[in-house]
Nanobody
Framework: VQLQASGGGLAQAGASLTLSCVAS????????MGWFRQAPGKEREFVAT?????????YYADSVKGRFTISRDNRKNTVYLQMNSLKPEDTAVYFC??????????????????WGQGTLVTVSS
């Protein structure tokens, strides 16, 4: 599986951006898809994830809950991250990832097998 993330850019605080991640292959629907981010000088951290299957349960980091929404379109092999009310602290390189993590590993990198190249989001105050 190859992942290609896009949609990053420069935004002002309070604005919105939508990230997209397109996956190759025909098994996209079977993967849990996640978004992680890495701010300058910091470790990569979990942002959001959406599980495979009809339920498509979603989970969010506390820092983005209520502002970000993850969704997926299995027909387009694409996962999205709608980011509203952006804050300067959201500035980071955002990575999409695919895997089959167990419930307790949803927010951890080791649960994901495939990673995109990252897209930079910069939020100015």
């Amino acid at each position: 599986v190859q992942l290609q993330a896009s949609g990053g850019g420069l935004a002002q605080a309070g604005a919105s951006l939508t990230l997209s991640c397109v996956a190759s292959g025909d098994t996209f629907s079977s993967y849990t898809m996640g978004w992680f981010r890495q701010a300058p000088g910091k470790e990569r951290e979990f942002v959001a994830t959406i599980r495979s299957g009809g339920g498509g349960n979603t989970y969010y980091a506390d820092s983005v809950k209520g502002r970000f929404t993850i969704s997926r379109d299995n027909r387009k092999n694409t996962v999205y991250l709608q980011m509203n009310s952006l804050k300067p602290e959201d500035t980071a390189v955002y990575f999409c990832a695919a895997g089959r993590p167990i419930l307790s590993s949803l927010a951890y990198e080791h649960g994901y097998y495939y990673w995109g190249q990252g897209t930079l989001v910069t939020v100015s105050s």
